[in-house]
């Protein structure tokens, strides 16, 4: 027996690919807002731990196609990229946002779009909304001086002075110029494929689990010895499979590993109704959080992998940002958001226990 898994792959793209008007999923960049006229401001997507806003990881295309009032739809995730404010098993660096439309909508036409760069290029959000100059959300003020750029908060005004602005604001002859904020992450399309997976692939992951299994077995013994150095010296040994090692065997973990290695670049799976893909046995979620729009069950969506943090250019410190899965859990009916956009849920596994478990 079969049945399908989407998996998201990030590949780089002419920039105008990734409007709004086309309906792309991507990463990083400025959100690729689908409700033109309603756009959050920096309040919605605020950081539960430091209160600052967070910024924009990643958004998912996924319509809901027997319901005419999710015909376009749109999952987007954001991130506070304070590293003090990522915490092990902890989400509340993390804000999902669900927006939709129906077919009929005075953004789109009910036609696909042509795939051309000079197709309606006025679909744009600031056509209807004043946007923040740094990350693209809803923007109630601007520049005092040059009144030419719009934010959506002090601290991004701050950083954008800093780094650029206080150059050119004087400037009466200079257009502003939408360059890429170093706030902002590396800006990728991400391409969907299916992956069929059959009952056939439990043999090769009880072999792939017999085969960890020896190799924590002798990583175990060669610590017991004091060798452990050489190996981690003279071999391409994997970091997450020595945690894993030093603590207990994890059947999870190696089920994990023995999956995405058969397309090790994923850096998405899509499976909504099905069950997440978890990293360990450990931290798993028991109770999902209904909908707050409706009240209704949220079911898993898909999950953001832990490949996708080699793209985003960070500075690998011992406290950057990180995570083992980001599972996303969504209204099971999809329901019309009251106010435009409704926060869903996200659970961060990762991939050892610490103190810091999620509550």
Request: with cysteine.
């Amino acid at each position: 027996m079969e049945h399908i898994v989407d998996l998201g792959f990030i590949e780089e793209c002419e920039s105008w690919r990734l409007d709004s008007r086309f309906f792309s999923s991507k990463v990083g960049g400025k959100p690729s807002w689908l409700d033109l006229k309603n756009i959050p401001g920096c309040d919605i997507v605020k950081c539960k731990k430091c209160n600052d806003p967070c910024i924009f990881l990643c958004q998912i295309y996924a319509p809901y196609e027997n319901d005419d009032s999710g015909f376009h739809r749109v999952i987007f995730i954001f991130v506070c990229k304070n590293n003090n404010c990522c915490q092990d098993n902890n989400s509340d660096n993390f804000v999902v946002l669900r927006s939709q439309l129906p077919r009929e909508n005075e953004f789109y036409s009910s036609d696909p779009p042509v795939e051309r760069q000079d197709w309606q290029p006025d679909i744009t959000a600031d056509k209807w909304m004043k946007i923040c100059h740094v990350c693209g959300l809803a923007a109630p003020s601007k520049c005092s001086k040059c009144k030419k750029i719009n934010y959506c908060s002090r601290s991004h005004q701050i950083h954008d002075w800093k780094n650029g602005h206080k150059q050119s604001c004087n400037d009466t002859n200079t257009d502003i110029i939408d360059n890429k904020s170093s706030l902002l992450f590396p800006e990728y399309e991400l391409v969907i494929e299916s992956e069929k997976i059959s009952d056939d692939d439990d043999g090769d992951v009880k072999s792939e689990l017999e085969k960890e299994n020896k190799e924590i077995e002798i990583f175990n013994s060669m610590l017991e010895s004091g060798n452990a150095g050489s190996l981690q010296n003279d071999q391409d040994v994997d970091a997450d499979l020595l945690k894993i090692s030093t603590n207990e065997e994890d059947e999870n973990f190696i089920d994990f590993r023995a999956k995405i290695n058969k397309q090790p670049d994923q850096v998405l799976r899509y499976n909504r109704g099905g069950k997440p893909l978890y990293i360990s046995s450990k931290n798993k979620i028991n109770n999902i959080p209904n909908c707050e729009e409706c009240g209704g069950s949220r079911q898993f969506e898909f999950q953001i992998m832990p490949q996708l943090l080699n793209d985003l250019e960070l500075n690998h410190e011992l406290n950057s940002l990180d995570w083992g899965i980001l599972a996303i859990f969504t209204c099971e009916k999809s329901c019309v958001p009251k106010s435009g956009y409704a926060k869903e849920y996200l659970w961060k596994q990762d991939i050892i226990d610490t103190k810091n478990d999620q509550q």
